[in-house]
């Protein structure tokens, strides 16, 4: 797990590798304007490690919120122990599996570079690569690692089929034959932002598996997020966000479990990411349910501020959603959801946020309302299913986000 400090670590190099794509000429792009805009569409936030398979190339399905006149992506070693070394990174509208659509790769660099080395703990931001793409598109990211960098920063639960080449650096094959493995992990990609995009900047979800997406269809782009991004597309240009999904399948709120704590991501995870305007964060039923489980409301009322604080001082509002119901859920006990109901209670009054989404109420069922109401309940009593998540999306209040 990382700490603190080297999430502060790896803000100031995504920072720093922000200015270096937004003004690097390459040899496949001129030159472009000083000041450039930049919207994010698309993000995975590292969750931890997995095995690295030296030799590999890694094909990742990216889903993107908005689209625009060209793109970057951001690469991770922000968990990992030593340095990575990228051989290949290639971007390309997919066609369908691991096949590309024709005429769409391009070769990402890095000043100018088509080689690149990521310190452990760090991001790392391509220069401008050449490629428009259309809102709702699947991008193809590619990384070939020649050699053993240690553990590879990874996403767990992506809840889509990913590719892989065992061996060989086949980043830049339109065809994707090579492509004999499948993953349903994102490998070393944690976000894609696009040039020019006919939207007012990106709305970051943050949270746990609720926005991760699990309990709905893999392949189907139905996490809560998506279904919001597709709200927010109907909308006109100077309303529109880029959606950023920032969830970790068994995050906590105030300590590391699967991924660092929201208290510790909450910057790199968030704050950083390019055109946020506002932040939804929906965290705290792990640490509810979990082992050892919080068990002050005024803990949880406190990692909140500390949220918002950090956020106002960019510029970001935050808006608070309500911890979701999971009676009947293995962990369940009447001592925890009156904990639950306490902190609902504190946020409707509310509390800390700029606003709030009343994700509970949306979803609960009224006979029983410490259970999610069957229609919603993707078997577990805790995760929602495909008609679930839509009723989250659309219980936020689109104004809120303007």
Do not use: C
């Not at 720093?16 to 698309?42: F, K, N, S």
């Not at 991501?265 to 704050?271: P, S, T």
């Not at 078997?379 to 839509?390: C, T, V």
Request: net charge negative.
């Amino acid at each position: 797990m990382v700490g603190a400090g080297r999430i502060v670590v790896a803000m100031l190099v995504v920072v720093l590798g922000a200015g270096v794509g937004q003004g690097t000429a390459t040899a496949e792009a001129p030159a472009r304007a000083a000041v450039d805009t930049w919207t994010g569409t698309w993000e995975a936030a590292p969750s931890g490690t997995a095995t690295a398979h030296p030799g590999a190339s890694f094909r990742n399905v990216v889903h993107l919120s908005v689209g625009g006149s060209a793109t970057r992506v951001r690469l991770t070693n922000r968990l990992g122990t030593a340095p990575l070394r990228l051989d290949a990174v290639t971007v390309a509208l997919r066609e369908t599996g691991a096949d590309a659509v024709p005429g769409s790769m391009r070769t990402a660099t890095f000043n100018g570079s088509g080689t690149a080395t990521i310190p452990a703990g760090e991001d790392l931001v391509t220069d401008v690569v050449p490629l428009a793409v259309p809102a709702g598109a699947d991008l193809l990211v590619t990384v070939h690692t020649p050699d053993d960098s240690g553990p590879a920063t990874y996403h767990r639960a992506a809840g889509q089929t990913n590719y892989r080449a065992p061996s060989g650096n086949w980043a830049a094959d339109t065809d994707g034959s090579a492509y004999t493995t499948t993953t349903t992990s994102w490998y070393y990609v944690t976000g894609v932002d696009v040039l020019d995009a006919p939207a007012a900047g990106s709305v970051v979800t943050f949270g746990d598996s609720l926005t991760d997406g699990n309990g709905s269809t893999r392949d189907a782009n139905h996490r809560w997020p998506d279904r919001l991004a597709e709200r927010l597309n109907a909308l006109p240009p100077y309303r529109r966000l880029g959606v950023l999904n920032a969830g970790i399948s068994g995050n906590r709120l105030l300590r590391e479990d699967v991924g660092p704590s929201a208290l510790a991501r909450f910057d790199a995870d968030a704050l950083s990411r390019s055109g946020v305007r506002v932040v939804i964060v929906l965290e705290g039923i792990n640490d509810i349910k979990g082992t050892p489980n919080a068990t002050d409301p005024d803990a949880f009322e406190d990692a909140y501020r500390t949220l918002v604080t950090r956020a106002h001082a960019h510029g970001i509002r935050v808006i608070g959603a309500t911890l979701t119901p999971y009676g009947g859920y293995s962990a369940y006990t009447a001592a925890r959801e009156a904990v639950r109901q306490q902190i609902n209670a504190s946020l409707r009054a509310g509390g800390p946020f700029d606003a709030v989404v009343d994700f509970d109420a949306a979803v609960r069922d009224p006979a029983q309302p410490q259970r999610i109401l069957p229609a919603y309940d993707s078997g577990d009593h805790l995760h929602f299913n495909d008609a679930g998540m839509r009723a989250l999306a659309d219980t936020v209040d689109l104004t809120a986000l303007d």
